[in-house]
């Protein structure tokens, strides 16, 4: 019964530090004062609970028929940001080797 209340403990304590990854902000980026906007975004987002270094792999325009992947690192607070090349304005992101993933778009 010790073992089984032990395991029950640690799978708990496991499950309560789990990474996430959360996208703050996804933007295009104007060049110049014309009104067409270019595929130049950028995206930045935060990771919490993973591993140091925390390995972010984005996958933009992922429903599309030639999704772009990008890759970056968090820093130490776990921020990142990465530009990118959209045309449809929405992304995927994923900590590599963790079970975190998050969508988002241009709105």
Known sequence: MKTFMALALLVSSV???SASVKV???NYVRIGNDNFN???AELCGLVTGGTTPSFVQIKVDP???NPAM?????GADGK???AV????GTAEV????ENAKTQASIK
């Open 38 to 40: 270019n595929p130049l």
């Open 80 to 82: 990142f940001c990465m």
């Open 63 to 65: 429903k599309s028929k």
């Open 94 to 97: 994923s900590m590599i080797g």
């Open 70 to 74: 990008y890759n970056t690192m968090a």
């Open 85 to 88: 090349i959209t045309y449809r």
């Open 24 to 26: 703050t902000s996804f």
């Open 15 to 17: 499950s309560a530090f």
